[in-house]
């Protein structure tokens, strides 16, 4: 994506999400966060599935900082990806924030069981969306004290 966070130093933000609609404000929520970060945006979770499984433990600047998942997603779910976080990767402490128009409470309780560190509900409106997002990313980039993986 070209976009104009690619400050590799800052923290970095995987974001798995499909509609371009929801990645456009994605992305303005990220550059409306308080800090300046590193936004990777992947579109399907096969793709995300394989970059995921391919960071190495020993390259933690690639580590992701916070992951916003959406729960469906073509290729594989967000719980599938969910799953590969805490069971696959090197980097299984990273918060996972599940992103999801669902308000099914079945899609919020395996979210949970999974270890998904919060879910949050897409809003309808776009200014909500964004606010949404910015305050997520500064919650858990800027206000959490994050679990070491060394």
Same mark, same amino acid.
């Given at each position: 994506? *070209?976009? #104009?966070?690619?400050?590799?130093?800052?923290?970095?933000?995987?974001?798995?999400?499909?509609?371009?609609?929801?990645?456009?404000? &994605?992305?303005?929520?990220?550059?409306?966060?308080?800090?300046?970060?590193?936004?990777?945006? &992947?579109? !399907?979770?096969?793709? /995300?599935?394989?970059? @995921?499984?391919?960071?190495?433990?020993?390259?933690?600047?690639?580590?992701?900082? @916070?992951?916003?998942?959406?729960?469906?997603?073509? *290729?594989?779910? *967000?719980?599938?990806?969910?799953?590969?976080?805490?069971?696959? %990767?090197?980097?299984?402490?990273?918060?996972? &924030?599940?992103?999801? %128009? #669902?308000?099914?409470?079945?899609?919020?309780?395996?979210? $949970?069981?999974? !270890?998904?560190?919060? $879910?949050?509900?897409?809003?309808?409106?776009?200014?909500? $969306?964004?606010?949404?997002?910015?305050?997520?990313?500064?919650?858990?980039? /800027?206000?959490?004290?994050?679990?070491?993986?060394?």
């Amino acid at each position: 994506m *070209g976009n #104009s966070m690619t400050d590799l130093s800052g923290p970095r933000v995987f974001a798995i999400e499909d509609n371009p609609a929801d990645v456009r404000l &994605v992305e303005e929520g990220a550059a409306a966060a308080n800090t300046q970060l590193n936004l990777h945006v &992947v579109g !399907s979770g096969k793709q /995300a599935a394989e970059q @995921l499984r391919g960071i190495d433990a020993d390259s933690p600047d690639d580590h992701p900082d @916070l992951l916003l998942v959406d729960l469906n997603i073509p *290729g594989k779910s *967000g719980f599938d990806l969910l799953r590969i976080v805490r069971n696959e %990767s090197v980097f299984q402490h990273a918060p996972v &924030v599940i992103v999801s %128009s #669902s308000e099914n409470q079945d899609d919020i309780d395996h979210s $949970y069981e999974l !270890s998904a560190n919060a $879910y949050v509900t897409k809003p309808a409106d776009p200014d909500d $969306y964004i606010r949404m997002i910015s305050d997520t990313i500064d919650f858990w980039i /800027a206000t959490t004290t994050p679990h070491s993986d060394e």
